[in-house]
Nanobody, 128 residues
Framework: QLQLVESGGGLVQPGGSLRLSCAAS????????IGWFRQAPGKEREGVSC????????NYADSVKGRFTISRDNAKNTVYLQMNSLKPEDTAVYYC?????????????????????WGQGTQVTVSS
């Protein structure tokens, strides 16, 4: 059974950076597409970024384009989200999620529907 654990969240000042990690155990991430989602208080969960199984296809929400970078290290069974130039509106609980991508190595999905494995989330707070 695949388990995902996020880490790297915390309190950072506006303009600062954080790198979130999503470490997998119990199964390999090699055949799975991965997404990062976030949910702020009183708001719906939104897709932040995704990366295909092969790593050659990525996508970002308009609000984070140019500031966030998703990457994966299949050898370490880990996916990362580098977040730069953080803004107060980036404050949220960040979740990583995985779905089986056996049929498509380039599938990258920003909607939560296909994802069937979720981490517990890590809090990111951007405040001065």
């Amino acid at each position: 059974q695949l388990q995902l654990v996020e880490s790297g969240g915390g309190l950072v000042q506006p303009g600062g950076s954080l790198r979130l990690s999503c470490a997998a155990s119990g199964s390999t991430l090699n055949y799975r597409g991965i997404g990062w989602f976030r949910q702020a208080p009183g708001k719906e969960r939104e897709g932040v970024s995704c990366i295909s199984r092969s790593g050659d296809n990525t996508n970002y929400a308009d609000s984070v384009k140019g500031r966030f970078t998703i990457s994966r290290d299949n050898a370490k069974n880990t996916v990362y989200l580098q977040m730069n130039s953080l803004k107060p509106e980036d404050t949220a609980v960040y979740y990583c999620a995985a779905f089986s991508a056996l049929l498509s190595q380039s599938m990258c999905v920003m909607a939560p529907g296909p994802y069937n494995y979720w981490g517990q989330g890590t809090q990111v707070t951007v405040s001065s």
